[in-house]
């Protein structure tokens, strides 16, 4: 009977393999799962639209404000609080508008119009709504 060598359980390879090392495809099979998932969860790029992206600049100096604790914001220094947060763009929103460019511009501008609860009228807003929700599912699809 041929005396043949069978590794028994948890006794090591050996360390090399033919002319590869046991390390060395051990590396490149594990690495083959995260190059993959890496690819699939790359965001898909966003082209840039003025408006979208100062109404974006906009809520985030606004919530940089809104992070200043309440006893740190008095008569004397609110005015250069807010000229250092979401002044300028508020100001750039109410003076100098920046065109929309693509649908998530109009979408942002939709959104921006519904959330400051300024439409006094239920009908435009209905309307606006049921647009926005157009211009949502275009943006999934």
Do not use: C
Not at 53 to 72: H, L, Q, V
Not at 107 to 112: D, G, K, P
């Amino acid at each position: 009977m041929p005396n043949t060598h069978v590794p028994a359980a948890g006794e090591a390879m050996p360390a090399v393999i033919g002319r590869f090392s046991r390390r060395a495809m051990l590396g490149t099979f594990a690495s083959l799962p995260l190059i993959g998932g890496a690819v699939a969860l790359a965001p898909p790029a966003r082209a840039p639209d003025p408006l979208a992206d100062t109404i974006a600049e906009y809520y985030a100096k606004m919530a940089e404000f809104m992070a200043i604790p309440n006893g740190e914001i008095t008569r004397e220094n609110e005015d250069a609080l807010v000229a250092a947060t979401y002044g300028p763009l508020d100001d750039k929103l109410w003076h100098a508008t920046p065109p929309a460019t693509s649908n998530r511009g109009v979408a942002e501008a939709i959104r921006y119009a519904l959330e400051e609860h300024s439409l006094i009228d239920r009908v435009a807003e209905a309307i606006l709504i049921s647009a926005l929700a157009f211009l949502d599912q275009e943006r999934v699809s």
